[in-house]
């Protein structure tokens, strides 16, 4: 493209909201943590290159081929559970943390086997905000 020579129309989404199509045979629950993976949305799991692109909006249960439906993912700052073997302390508050599963988050990278699911915001009992997305 070209510089502009005139003005134009101002298109702006909030973006805090993204649509992904999914891996085929994949269901991706409500509230779980979801990521791509070779372009296509599963769930959050213990892999290398993924990424994260929020938490599902609702169930989807994809029967059909890769792509055939698509899941709602939301940006922010969520609670998962605290992988207890690999625990977030509150002294990690503003570090990144690593996906186990579609609902739990670790403390590192687990040598090397962890993709990274966001920023530790604040750390309790029973688990952990993130902010994903």
Partial sequence: MTAMSQARPIVEIE???????????T???QGA???????LAVP????????????AEETVVNSGTDGAKRVNARRGTFKFFNLAADAIVAGDVGKDCYLVDDQTVA???GTNTRSMAGKIINVE?????????
């Avoid at 009992?125 to 997305?133: I, P």
């Fill in 107 to 109: 403390k590192t990278n």
């Fill in 27 to 29: 269901t991706i629950l």
């Fill in 33 to 39: 943590l979801v990521v791509t993976e070779n372009s």
């Fill in 15 to 25: 973006g805090k909201f993204t649509s992904a199509p999914m891996k085929g045979a």
């Fill in 44 to 55: 959050g799991k213990s892999a290398v290159g993924l990424t994260v692109l929020g938490i």
């Fill in 125 to 133: 009992s029973d688990g952990v905000f993130v902010k994903v997305g």
